[in-house]
């Protein structure tokens, strides 16, 4: 069954750190481009970083400098290691996978999802 798992997520307070992990089954991790997205509630789905499986990685603004995305490719993991965190990157957040070449921020290009795990921020 090719599916994707997150975990890690969690309650922190402002300035706080959180890893989160992805774990794929079900296909070949290594030649996916993989990328991480968030959802507050009342809010569309926002793309937090993607990392090619060469390793290019391409951040959004808001999380530069602050998060950092890791894979490891023989295990079929990817991780996202939160630091400084703030009560605006209170969310679900989702791992995915796409099928195909190209590093876009628009979570519709992406093609198999996880189930989404909740990161809370304290102010």
């Known amino acids: 069954q090719v599916q994707l798992k997150e975990s890690g997520g969690g309650l922190v307070q402002t300035g706080g750190s959180l890893r989160l992990s992805c774990a794929a089954s079900?296909?070949?991790?290594?030649?996916?481009?993989m990328g991480w997205f968030r959802q507050a509630p009342g809010k569309e789905r926002e793309f937090v970083v993607v990392?090619?499986?060469?390793?290019?990685?391409v951040y959004a603004d808001s999380v530069k400098g602050r998060f950092a995305i890791s894979r490891d490719n023989a295990k079929n993991t990817g991780d996202l290691q939160m630091n400084s965190l703030k009560p605006e990157d209170t969310a679900v957040y989702y791992c995915?996978?796409?099928?195909?070449?190209?590093?876009?921020?628009?979570?519709?290009?992406?093609?198999?999802w996880g189930q989404g795990t909740q990161v809370t921020v304290s102010s």
């Open positions: 995915a996978v796409r099928l195909s070449v190209g590093l876009p921020r628009d979570p519709r290009e992406y093609n198999l």
């Open positions: 079900g296909l070949t991790f290594s030649t996916l481009n």
């Open positions: 990392s090619s499986w060469s390793g290019t990685t």
